[in-house]
Structures are given as structure tokens and as C-alpha cells.
């Protein structure tokens, strides 16, 4: 009997230079460190401080010039971020991530001998560029690792926003330079430097592993997003340059929102929850917190971000809320398909507001605890659900509506308090006022929200949910953008319609097996199995549907009927690349393993020994 040729093991790594990738955690430890410290390093860029240093400016200074100067930071982001997005398809994460955080660190360290309001001018505008790096390269490069990273993302995200102006007004207690405002953590800057290093190492010596990437459309969305980003800073300069009246700013602001909101629903089906999450968030947490934090602090009666004698300082509250938000992110990800926790983290949000005109303002800082806990755990509730239905282009594409929204819900906070603030000429008035501007606005965000909540209810409820699917090493996820967007996907088309045709043949065992030859064969890459753990990336072997040892009836099955249930659009591309998710892996790396390795040829048809025609 003849002896068919012998095929490679599955199991089997091939050598290459992903072949060193055994230790996916030490990456995993690094990138979430990495996240921890430099999203709050980035989101501590808005806000405007230079006010309460403004009786530490030498003579010869224009006071309104320099604030208007000190706040670019907040339109460089915003101008920066879908600009970062799209060029991720062509630039390295870890490039990115080192790229911004050395524009950061140069801003720090050219802060301190800032001079003039045009340095400080260009110095901000660096900060932002530097923030605008940073923040969708670390979402990138947490998405096709571990889901708990994505997690962290989240809370951290939340977190930054909720304490980004007292980590702000923190280092400028009892200062006696008001260049302080120009580099606030500039050791913080350097560890996250140095981590951003380590990290690049990391992903070298463990094969530099592919990450994800939007669509070529997606990208083009992205670029769309920008469109409203500009007007609203466009905007934001203006109103601080000519002074207009407090209706205009309002009306200005109101516009801007709901741009926004178009924008979000002109995104993706199964973006769409995200988007308009992304721009609550961004409108209602940090503009609302940045209130509650100045009529907390000690000169107004607050008992400050340290507290005082029998006070409890605001940072345990801001610590609290940040530990509760990002467990609650982790916990989000037990129920990463149910999509009610995406209204449920949102009316937490406003019954924080609503607290808000409860105990706000308190002599004592541990009682709000509570308003804090739940914008921030409702936040990061509300995030992580919406993040776990999308795919990296509509998570890009929702990310580049949220800052927007932050610098829109600024400028309603502004018209707000223009309007309450009017005629005002008595210091206790003053104050006075202050906390009905910031009671009013907790109403507004609070309708606010519930108005998201209903769009996205009414708008997204026909959309398809997306599969995420595992990555090769059984720790990563991608979703089911990042499928769509590779090669495999038409292979997994192919393979489901081959599985099709076995079932139609009314399950004859030999009729099911019949080999395909010549351009009728189909190469998928091998599904993971016992042992995937040790594949290198970019080095899977490659086996053909034709092989008889491979029944792909199951998986394909369950891919045929995927497409035929999927519908058109992009819910349609979503739930065809996420049939099997194996299939979908990166087309690069898979052309790289056959060069190396050569393709595995498929099992021929078994021939006719010699011996069986034999005579006895």
C-alpha cells in the first residue's frame, strides 16, 4: 500500500523569530502599568489652572491672554485624537505611545522656563498633541490583548475624568511659581517615559506581535469625526477671544451637542451605543467634577483636596470612587454580552447627579463619596459594556467624540455660570451663585443623559451584537471588525460554504471527505488547539480543507448559518468575520509562516497499490 505523504503536527512551532513568545504576561504587567499611569498623565493636560496662580504672574503680563493661551490644550487634543487613529494603520502602537509621551515630557521640561504668552501658547498646544497620542494608542494596544486590559482602560478613562482637575489644582497648593501649571507631574511623565521603553523592548523581544487596526471606511469615518471637533474648538477659542454673551455661548454649546450626537449616530450599527456613551461621559464627568472640585475647595468653605483639622480631605473620595470604578470595570467583563448594563451604568450617572444637588457643597469631604462612586462606576459600567459590543474602528471612532464632548460640555458650563453669575457684586452672592450654576448644571447633565438613553435605545436596537472571538493564544481578543478587515475572512466564507455543500451531499462519509484539487483547494490557517499556547504569532501552520483529517462541518456550519442570518451592512460583515474567529488571524503574519515553512501540501487521494491487484 502506498504511504501518503507525512504533514507537519499541528502542535508543532515552527521556528522564526515570533518563536519566543512564552511570556504573553510580562507584556500584559508592563501595558497595564502603562495604562495606569499615562492616562491620567494625558487627561491631566485639559483643564485650565493658570487662575488660581494668576497673583504669581511677574508684571508686564497679560492675565486674559494667558488664560486664553493655557487652555488650547483641551482643541490640540481633540484635533489630535482621530488624527492618531487614522495613522495607526500605518505607525507602530509602542512608537505612539513612546512618540507622545516624549512630547509631553519635552513640554514639561521646556515649561520651566516659559516667558512669554506665546510659550506658553506652544507649550500647551504640545500637551495636547502629546494627550491626543497617547489615549488611542493605549486603547489600541490593550485591545488584542487580555480582556481584563480593556478593563483597566475603561476604569482608568473614568477615573482620569472624574479626578483630572484636583490632580490638577493638587501641586499647585502653597506654590511660589506659577510655571507649576506648566508641568504639574513631570516625574510621573518620566516613569510613564520609562515604561513606555520597557514596554517597547517587551513587544520586540516577544515578536512584535500584529495589532489591530480600523478599516480603510472606518478611517475615513475617523477623519469625518474630525469635522465637528474642529468647529467646536473653533468655537471654545472664539468665545474665550471675544467675550460673547452668556445666550450665544449657550446656543453655541447646545449646537455643538447635538452635532455629536448626529455624528454618533452616523457611526457604525454596532458602534452606535458606544458613541453616544462616549459623548455623555465626555459632556457630563469631568465639566460636572471640575465644578464640584472648585466649590469644594478651602477658600469657599469646602474642606479642600487635603482636608483640614476635623475635615476629611477630597482625595479619599476621589480614591474610593477610582479603586470602586475600576472594579467595577473588571466585574463588567463577566457580562460582557449583556447590553442593559450600558442604561444601567448611565442612570447611575444620574443619580450621582442628582446627589450632586444633594450634599454638594459639604464642610466634610468623605460624604461625597457617594456622588463620586457612582459617576465614576456608572462611567466605567457604562464604558466597558459599550466597548464589549463594538470593534476597534467604532471604539476609535466613539473615542473621537468623547473630547469633543468634554470641551462642548465645558462651553455650556461657561454660558451656565455667564448667565447666573450676571450683575453679581457681593463676595457671599458670588458664592452663592456659584453653587446654584453648578446645582443647575447637574440638572442639565442629569436630562442630558436620560436623552442618550433613550437614543441609543431607539436607535441601536436593531443592531447586531458583536461575537468577540479569541485570539490565537487563548488569552487575546479581537473583534469582529478586526476579522472582517483580514483576508481570513473570505477563507472563512469558503469554508463555510465547502461545509455547506458536505451537509447538502445528505451525509455520505465518502461523498464528504472527497478531496478538492487544484483551484477548487481552499488553505485556512489550522484551528487552536490543545497547545496553541506555545504558537508564535505569524507561524501557524496551515492546513487545507481537503485534508481528511480536517472536518470543518461544525465550524463551518456555524459559520453558514451566521451569513445567512447576518443580514447586510455592518452588521452583516460583523457577524460573518466572527463565525470562527481562528480563521480570521493576520494576514501578514500567515504569508510569513509559509515563506518560512513552506505551505503544507494536502493529503492526495489514496492510490491503488501495486500489492492490491496482486494475485495470491
Known amino acids: 500500500m502506498a504511504v501518503p505523504p507525512i504533514q507537519r503536527s499541528l502542535n508543532a512551532p515552527s521556528a522564526g523569530p515570533s518563536a519566543g513568545v512564552r511570556f504573553p504576561w510580562l507584556l500584559d504587567s508592563v501595558l497595564g502599568l502603562l495604562i495606569i499611569v499615562a492616562l491620567p498623565l494625558a487627561i491631566i493636560a485639559i483643564p485650565n489652572t493658570v487662575s488660581v496662580v494668576s497673583g504669581l504672574l511677574p508684571d508686564g503680563f497679560d492675565k486674559l491672554a494667558l488664560m486664553r493661551a ?57 500637551h495636547g498633541v502629546g494627550a491626543g497620542l497617547l489615549i488611542p494608542a493605549t486603547l489600541v494596544a490593550a485591545w488584542e490583548r487580555p480582556m481584563a486590559l480593556r478593563a ?44 513606555a521603553a520597557v514596554y517597547f523592548v517587551v513587544w520586540l523581544l516577544l515578536g512584535q506581535r500584529p495589532m489591530p487596526m480600523p478599516r480603510a471606511s472606518e478611517s475615513s469615518r475617523l477623519l469625518l469625526a474630525s469635522v465637528p471637533a474642529v468647529g467646536i474648538a473653533v468655537v471654545a477659542i472664539s468665545t474665550a477671544s471675544e467675550e460673547w454673551g452668556a445666550g450665544l455661548v449657550i446656543l453655541l454649546a447646545v449646537l ?70 475600576l472594579a467595577a470595570a473588571v466585574a463588567v467583563r463577566l457580562f460582557a454580552g449583556a447590553r442593559w448594563l450600558v442604561p444601567l451604568g448611565l442612570l447611575a450617572m444620574v443619580v450621582g447627579l442628582c446627589s450632586v444637588r444633594v450634599v454638594v457643597p459639604a464642610a466634610d469631604g468623605l460624604v461625597l463619596v457617594i456622588p463620586f462612586t457612582l459617576l465614576a462606576a456608572g462611567a466605567a459600567v457604562a464604558l466597558t459594556s459599550a466597548l464589549s459590543q463594538a470593534g476597534i474602528g467604532a471604539a476609535l471612532f466613539g473615542l473621537a467624540l468623547c473630547f469633543p464632548g468634554v470641551l462642548a460640555g465645558y462651553l455650556l458650563a461657561t454660558g451656565v455660570q455667564l448667565k447666573m453669575l450676571r450683575g453679581v457684586t457681593v463676595a457671599q452672592q458670588l458664592v452663592d451663585r456659584f453653587v446654584g450654576t453648578l446645582h443647575l448644571w447637574s440638572l442639565i447633565g442629569g436630562f442630558l443623559v436620560v436623552a442618550v438613553i433613550v437614543l441609543a435605545e431607539l436607535f441601536t436596537r436593531r443592531a447586531a451584537p458583536v461575537v468577540e472571538a479569541s485570539s490565537v493564544d487563548g488569552e487575546a481578543a479581537s473583534s469582529s471588525d478586526d476579522l472582517a478587515s483580514s483576508p481570513g475572512a473570505e477563507v472563512a466564507g469558503e469554508a463555510s460554504e465547502a461545509a455547506a455543500e458536505s451537509r447538502a451531499l445528505g451525509g455520505d462519509e465518502s461523498l464528504r471527505r472527497r478531496p478538492r484539487s487544484g483551484a477548487d483547494a481552499v ?31 461544525g465550524r463551518g456550519a456555524a459559520s453558514a448559518r451566521g451569513e445567512r442570518a447576518s443580514g447586510s451592512g455592518d452588521g452583516g460583515e460583523a457577524a460573518s468575520s466572527a463565525a470562527d474567529g481562528a480563521v480570521g488571524g493576520d494576514a501578514a503574519g500567515t ?26
Do not use: C
Request: no cysteine; hydrophobic share 50%.
Open 70 to 126: 493655557h487652555g488650547l490644550a483641551l482643541p490640540a487634543m481633540i484635533l489630535t485624537v482621530p488624527l492618531a487613529a487614522v495613522a495607526l494603520r500605518h505607525v507602530k502602537v509602542p512608537h505612539m505611545l513612546l512618540g507622545g509621551l516624549a512630547v509631553l515630557a519635552l513640554a514639561d521640561a521646556a515649561g520651566g522656563f516659559a516667558g512669554s504668552t506665546f510659550l506658553v501658547a506652544v507649550l500647551r498646544v504640545l
Open 152 to 195: 483597566i482602560w475603561t476604569g482608568m478613562l473614568a477615573f482620569s475624568l472624574l479626578t483630572a482637575q484636583a490632580l490638577a489644582l493638587w501641586p499647585l497648593d502653597d506654590v511660589d511659581d506659577w510655571r507649576v501649571t506648566l508641568q504639574p507631574y513631570p516625574l510621573l511623565t518620566g516613569i510613564a517615559l520609562a515604561l
Open 256 to 325: 455643538a451637542i447635538v452635532a455629536l450626537l448626529v455624528m454618533a449616530y452616523l457611526g457604525s450599527r454596532e458602534g452606535r451605543t458606544l458613541a453616544y456613551v462616549m459623548v455623555a461621559v465626555g459632556i457630563v464627568l469631568l465639566p460636572s467634577l471640575a465644578q464640584v472640585t472648585y466649590v469644594e475647595m478651602r477658600g469657599l468653605g469646602g474642606p479642600g483636596l487635603l482636608g483640614g483639622p476635623g475635615m476629611t480631605g477630597l482625595w479619599i473620595p476621589f480614591l474610593v470612587a477610582g479603586l470602586l470604578a
Open 523 to 553: 488553505e485556512v490557517p489550522a484551528q487552536p488547539g490543545a497547545g496553541d499556547e506555545d504558537w508564535p504569532t505569524g507561524a501557524i501552520p496551515r492546513v487545507s480543507v481537503s485534508d481528511p483529517g480536517n472536518d470543518f462541518s
Open 591 to 616: 504569508e510569513g509562516a509559509a515563506e518560512e515553512t513552506g505551505p503544507v501540501p494536502p493529503v492526495p487521494p489514496q492510490a491503488q497499490s501495486p500489492e492490491d491487484t496482486a494475485s495470491p
